[in-house]
């Protein structure tokens, strides 16, 4: 059986761990695929895995953090494929670890931009292509730090991963009534 036949995902941090699985398992299962990270090496490699595989997938190096970027991506999906029903917005990092009177304020705003300002701009850029079709699906890879357990050193972080928690139940109420759906895992 396969779960994801003709649907069209981006996959954001698509150049390794979470992100880089994910598209495996949605191009074996069908999904036609648009991959972005910054790593344009590991991307190619990717794509081409899913591609021997049987899979439909592109690949965009850039950075999530660029709303140019996230409008590139977004507009290639519907451009190749005609549509998004899919998306995972992934791409995150930990940053700078540091007691938070020793954070500086640049490191701050680095793992905000990162795991929280990249996501706002994804949902900006996906959420039109899928109100056009009446469904969709937006999945936030969120993490337990910072919504059930506070970890030492790990300010700007858990900040950030909160953050997707309220940005996603903003989007199940403004979004679920038209047809798409808003997860954070």
């Known amino acids: 059986m396969i779960l994801l036949?003709?649907?069209?995902?981006?996959?954001?941090?698509?150049?390794?761990g979470i992100g880089r699985s994910a598209a495996k398992l949605f191009g074996r299962n069908g999904a036609k695929l648009v991959v972005t990270a910054r790593r344009g090496s590991e991307l190619d490699k990717l794509v081409g895995e899913i591609q021997?595989?049987?899979g439909e997938a592109v690949a965009i190096a850039g950075d999530?953090?660029?709303e140019d970027h996230v409008r590139q991506v977004t507009e290639r999906a519907i451009d190749q494929f005609?549509?998004?029903?899919?998306?995972?917005?992934?791409?995150?990092a930990a940053g700078v670890m540091a007691e938070t009177p020793d954070l500086s304020l640049d490191d701050w705003n680095e793992a905000i931009a990162t795991n929280l300002t990249?996501?706002?701009l994804c949902a900006k850029h996906q959420i039109p292509a899928m109100l056009s079709e009446g469904s969709g699906s937006i999945v936030?890879?969120?993490?337990?730090?910072g919504n059930s357990v506070g970890m030492p050193g790990m300010a700007g972080y858990?900040?950030?991963k909160a953050g997707i928690i309220g940005l996603t139940k903003v989007l199940g109420g403004q979004c679920s009534p038209r047809g798409v759906r808003g997860n954070g895992v």
């Open 5 to 16: 036949n003709d649907k069209v995902a981006i996959i954001t941090g698509a150049s390794s």
């Open 52 to 54: 021997s595989g049987g």
């Open 64 to 66: 999530i953090r660029s």
């Open 82 to 92: 005609g549509r998004l029903d899919i998306a995972l917005n992934n791409a995150g």
């Open 118 to 120: 990249s996501a706002f």
């Open 140 to 145: 936030f890879t969120s993490s337990f730090v």
């Open 158 to 160: 858990a900040a950030a």
